[in-house]
């Protein structure tokens, strides 16, 4: 079991304790949460493009364009457990690092970027957004991401890319 990739539901009793709270103890135990309605769905939806007039985001789509390049969002926070790990091991191995050369590779901190964060309906962390040079989000991956299966999601979408340019 990955317990790292695993969600979990936590049911409450809305009258005995405020959402925010419990969202609160768990990012303090250095775990991700967000808020689903009864339907297990998202209480918001990430938009399809991405929103404009943010100065972070207008450079990035800027340059992507520039350079005919993909758009990748790492949405992370200093607390947050799973981003820190991702940091100490994901994004030290050498072929990712290849990989995300062949990208404009972003770090949102969403502690300092809180509007985009909100903007961009980010429940979760860590939180990857994968955008092409249009601004349109093709793929989103939430919670720990390894080395592995990071670099396998980022050469499908450099090969996508690569067979739209040709």
């Not at 079991?1 to 419990?22: A, G, H, N, T, W």
């Not at 450079?59 to 005919?68: F, N, T, V, W």
């Not at 799973?82 to 404009?104: H, I, N, S």
């Not at 349109?136 to 340019?165: C, H, P, T």
Request: charged share 35%; net charge neutral.
């Amino acid at each position: 079991m990955r317990l790292d990739r695993d969600e979990f539901v936590v049911r409450y009793d809305p009258i005995q304790v405020e959402p925010s709270k419990l969202i609160a103890t768990i990012k303090e135990a250095g775990y991700t949460a967000r808020v689903v309605n009864g339907k297990g769905t998202a209480a918001t939806e990430p938009p399809l493009f991405l929103p404009r007039g943010f100065a972070l985001l207008d450079e990035a789509l800027g340059q992507a364009q520039k350079e005919r390049k993909p758009i990748i969002l790492d949405f992370f926070a200093e607390w947050c457990a799973p981003c820190q790990r991702m940091e100490k091991t994901t994004f030290k191995d050498e072929r990712l690092k290849a990989l995300l050369e062949r990208c404009v590779f972003v770090r949102v901190d969403t502690d300092d970027h809180p509007d985009i964060a909100k903007r961009m309906a980010v429940e979760g962390l860590p939180d990857i957004r994968f955008v092409l040079p249009d601004g349109k989000m093709i793929r989103q991956l939430r919670n720990f991401q390894d080395a592995e299966s990071f670099s396998s999601e980022l050469e499908g979408l450099i090969q996508k890319m690569e067979k739209v340019s040709r």
